[in-house]
């Protein structure tokens, strides 16, 4: 099926985060059906061929010293990315517009009805798996190619085409999901002794269940206990303020999952540390819970509670799980006044979901239009790699780096979340050091530190 008139719109608009069209409009482009033809009568004109398949048909083609699969391949590409022709018109020899839409609408996942245990698009089923490509922001290369094909034309036609980045170098977003507070809650050491006695799956070795179990028990019952190792948040605070670093912290209600968090928004310590985030200048955003992605009320529940306690609506979301469904869950999130979303990326494997290091809105496609809501990529997920893939800090250290050798190239965003609960050499053997390690690196390359809501600031004034 050929891409509809707002398909296409929903492609220039984020065409035109990355340039000024200046000089050119609509008249400058033109859309053919790949069964149509380009007509004979048809002169200085940009065009694009579109594929009318509903499936991507993938060609490599050599650019820029790589490989890229173009999802809806037209031709050989022995002619390279785009050619003119004798009347003056550029054409672009594949349909890079329907292969820019497939991945950034998210019609991959709309499309794939099989899910994980969790409901979720599983990295497994996506087209990222299939070619390989998952480390690369091939809607950016996309964006890329076309633009090199329209600045091409202007410079034949005598027309101007600025470019922009949304950062000089790179944009960095340090988020926590706050899900776990207590690592030897009651219920906690509870559960480690249903483990022991084979009341429920033992999920690590019985010595070190037991370990875990003697050591909650202890804890609990002394009164001169330090602090729980997953309580680390001033800790937190005060070395990202020492780098010069505001992260965004999405806090979890508790509800009746135990996979969900054991503590409230009222809580007082959560209180406290909300208090302190915001006067700090950190971003409180919420933690939707296992429920809330396919449940408005529950939703707009939680939105009202956090706002109490924060004195202010939050703006920013993330699903707890990367639980999400397109496009109901943005309907959701929509509904209950958040801006942005930061949940799409892959739980199994660090990577570009929709392959684009910017912001971008997603797309309802049961009304055929660009929803209002913005997505900021996730990129990498500290679990995705120690956890899902069972790999070191090194491999984790050195895909940090090539996913921010790639937002260089356009200005984009590299966007890590690091839990709270894994910053904890109690149970993670010299994460703490390599944690820290980690951001001073980042930070060295000086990029623009910034929460989720000053990428929004940010992106917003592009379009105004």
């Known amino acids: 099926m050929y891409l509809s008139d707002n398909k296409i719109k929903y492609v220039f608009y984020h065409l035109w985060q990355h340039a000024s069209p200046d000089t050119l409009n609509d008249s400058s482009f033109l859309f053919v059906k790949e069964t149509d033809g380009i007509p004979d009568d048809i002169k200085n004109k940009v065009i694009f061929i579109l594929s009318h398949s509903d499936h991507p048909a993938p060609v490599n083609v050599l650019y820029q010293d790589k490989q890229l699969p173009i999802l809806f391949g037209l031709s050989n590409n022995f002619m390279g990315v785009f050619r003119k022709d004798e009347k003056g018109n550029v054409i672009f020899n594949d349909d890079l517009l329907s292969s820019i839409f497939y991945l950034l609408s998210g019609q991959q996942e709309v499309a794939e009805s099989l899910r994980d245990k969790f409901g979720r698009f599983s990295y497994d089923h ?5 070619l390989n490509c998952v480390q690369i922001p091939l809607v950016n290369y996309y964006f890329e190619m076309i633009l090199e094909g ?8 005598d027309l101007k085409i600025e470019r922009r980045r949304l950062f000089g170098n790179f944009g960095f977003v340090l988020s926590h999901d706050v899900d ?17 006695i084979g009341l429920t799956t033992l999920k690590e ?8 179990f003697f050591y909650g028990v202890l804890f609990n019952l002394n009164p001169f206990r330090k602090a729980d190792p997953w309580w680390n948040f001033d800790w937190m605070i005060d070395f990202e303020k020492h780098l010069g670093i505001r992260s965004t912290f999405f806090f979890l209600k508790q509800e009746d999952w135990f996979d969900n968090s054991l503590y409230t928004f009222n809580f007082k310590k959560i209180k406290n540390l909300i208090k302190r985030l915001n006067d700090d200048e950190f971003e409180v955003g919420l933690h939707g819970t296992m429920r809330s992605g396919l449940d408005v009320d529950n939703m707009l529940r939680q939105t009202t509670e956090l706002t109490k306690v924060l004195g202010k609506q939050p703006i920013g979301i993330r699903q707890h799980y990367l639980r999400f469904f397109h496009p109901q869950t943005f309907k959701i999130q929509e509904a209950a006044g958040l801006i942005y979303d930061t949940t799409l990326g892959f ?6 979901r929709n392959g684009y290091c910017y912001p971008f809105h997603p797309y309802d496609f049961e009304n055929d239009c660009m929803m209002k809501i913005w997505e900021i990529p996730l990129v990498m997920m500290e679990v995705s790699v120690l956890y899902y893939r069972n790999e070191s800090f090194l491999t984790l250290r050195k895909a940090a780096h090539c996913y921010i050798v790639e937002a260089q190239k356009f200005g984009g965003l590299f966007s890590l979340l690091w839990h709270n609960c894994r910053i904890n050499d109690y149970e993670y053997r010299y994460a703490t050091s390599f944690y820290t390690s980690l951001l001073d690196e980042i930070v060295q390359i000086k990029p623009d530190l910034l929460t989720g809501s000053k990428v929004i600031e940010r992106i917003e004034k592009v379009h105004n």
């Open 180 to 196: 776990r507070i207590s690592f030897f809650h009651p219920l906690r050491v509870l559960y480690k002794m249903k483990q022991i």
């Open 150 to 157: 329209i600045e091409f034309f202007a410079r034949e036609n």
């Open 347 to 352: 739980a199994e494997h660090d990577g570009f």
């Open 205 to 212: 070795g019985r010595i070190k269940t037991l370990k875990s």
């Open 126 to 130: 996506s087209i990222q798996k299939k």
